[in-house]
């Protein structure tokens, strides 16, 4: 039996021992994080890489596979050469080979290049549509309409390329009325005009003629009026796929 | 960092900003003083030199900088995730851990309002695309946030910032340990975390080309 006068003295419980009584509340945060963010739909994605290192495009994922063009580390305006990622496979050796769009004749042309030859990825959400028998072009953001506009396109002698293409590069600050204030080069290519300097690529540019501009008329460039360009120029991406039916 | 280097992934110079914002430097100032050492960098993950600077704006050059690093995870499991080619507990990891990392983006972006820098472009040089490629270099990132924001912590003056600061950090530090079991690493090899000495780090100024260069003033020569 234990005596109440036997009994140890009273211990602190162990937290008023540490001082926990006197602790402070811990702050509030400047701050809340939110829930974890799903990805965003990536339905109207486009990715594209750069090319890192010159190298040969071919038919299949594999080294020794037909080759079916040649991709450089400049376009000939000396901007990066990009393009699009349009799939992935893996070969028996386990390299990784990247199908891309290439800038070459014909048109619509297709290979696979090794990832190593790629840099990273970027993505764009826009797409750029040309309507050659309506004369209109229409910039699609996340698969909505944001601008339609009347555009200029090739003579029945020297057409504007049907197909898929892509925009390369963007040219600003140079002089010449005739392309008005702003071009996009692109990847499609005059398949008529094939000793036009530079490889005969077609652009998207702004012009000197207004008047012309919805119409047939040009060697298979797309002409936009300078004031449509100039909106263009800054909601179109470099990367974005152009379609042309 | 395996074989990636921050140099190599960061193209447009997007953790190199921040980390030079801290030292009230320009960026070519700051790769400037860097080259001469790589103790340098080392310091400018440990502390910022200038303890006079207005405890605000630094305040706000820690959180850009955090921004950056958030920046850089997120593109890095976004990108994973949009190609897909990871199944099973990878697959999940990155799926799980992209959702967070965007959550921390969209914090730090709401907080900062119109001072948040913006988002860069980085080359995971296909470290998105094979899974031990992707395993190392989710295992080098995620020590890396932990020590980046272990290493500013300390230089944060408001307590509310803090607390925030320190609620991401403890939750890459479990990022960090669920990748290394993914790895077959120890997920808490120690039982001190050492300030960060990673060779990968040091090597910030091995090359300098991290734009890409798209436009150009150049006359056309399309068919017209």
């Known amino acids: ?138 910039l699609l953001r996340d698969g909505r309409p944001v601008m339609r506009v009347p555009v200029g396109v090739g003579t029945p002698a020297a057409p504007t390329p049907r197909g898929e293409f892509y925009v390369r590069n963007r040219l600003t600050s140079y002089r010449s009325p005739f392309y008005g204030p702003l071009a996009f080069g692109t990847s499609a290519r005059s398949p008529t005009l094939t000793d036009w300097p530079a490889g005969g690529f077609v652009g998207i540019h702004g012009t000197n003629r207004p008047d012309l501009v919805p119409g047939r008329v040009s060697h298979g ?8 360009m100039r909106r263009l120029g800054s909601a179109m991406p470099v990367g974005t796929p152009i379609t042309v039916r | 960092m395996s074989d990636l280097t921050l140099t190599t992934l960061d193209r447009d110079g997007a953790l190199l900003e921040p980390l030079a914002g801290l030292h009230g430097s320009t960026r070519a100032e700051f790769l400037s003083k860097a ?11 440990a502390a910022p030199p ?13 959180l850009n900088f955090a921004l950056a690093l958030e920046y850089l995870q997120d593109a890095f499991y976004s990108e994973v995730e949009r190609l897909g080619g990871f199944s099973g507990e990878l697959g999940r990891q990155a799926r799980v851990v992209g959702a967070h990392e965007r959550a921390h983006v969209e914090a730090l972006r709401k907080v900062l309002g119109g001072r948040a820098i913006s988002r860069g472009r980085y ?21 890396l946030a932990v020590a980046a924001y272990k290493g500013q912590a300390p230089y944060i003056s408001d307590s509310g910032l803090l607390v925030a600061a320190l609620g991401i950090h403890t939750v890459e530090a479990r990022h960090a340990a669920w990748i290394r079991r993914l790895a077959g690493s120890s997920p808490a090899p120690n039982a001190f975390d050492e300030p960060r000495t990673g060779k990968s780090v040091l090597t910030l100024v091995a090359r300098t080309n991290f734009t890409m260069k798209t436009g150009s003033r150049r006359s056309p020569r399309f068919t017209g």
């Open chain 1, 1 to 138: 039996m234990t005596l109440v006068g036997d009994s140890p003295p009273a211990q602190p419980a162990p937290g008023a021992r540490a001082g926990a009584s006197t602790l402070p509340r811990p702050p509030k945060p400047a701050f809340q994080i939110g829930d974890p963010v799903p990805l965003a739909s990536d339905r109207h994605e486009s990715r594209w890489a750069k090319v890192k290192t010159a190298t040969v495009a071919r038919a299949e994922p594999r080294p020794r596979a037909r080759p079916v063009g040649h991709l450089s580390q400049r376009t000939p305006e000396d901007t990066t050469n990009l393009v699009p990622a349009l799939d992935r496979a893996v070969d028996r050796g386990g390299r990784l080979w990247v199908r891309v769009r290439l800038p070459v004749l014909p048109n619509n042309t297709t290979g696979w290049v090794p990832r190593r030859a790629l840099g990273g990825y970027g993505i764009v959400h826009t797409r750029f549509v040309v309507d050659l028998d309506a004369l209109q072009a229409t």
């Open chain 1, 221 to 228: 460039c797309i002409r936009l009026r300078n004031r449509d």
């Open chain 2, 35 to 45: 080259a001469l050492g790589g103790a340098t960098l080392l310091a400018a993950f």
């Open chain 2, 50 to 62: 200038d303890a006079d600077a207005q405890s605000a704006k630094r305040d706000v050059a820690i």
């Open chain 2, 123 to 143: 080359d995971f040089r296909g470290a998105t695309e094979k899974p031990e490629a992707f395993t190392r270099t989710a295992v080098a990132f995620e020590d």
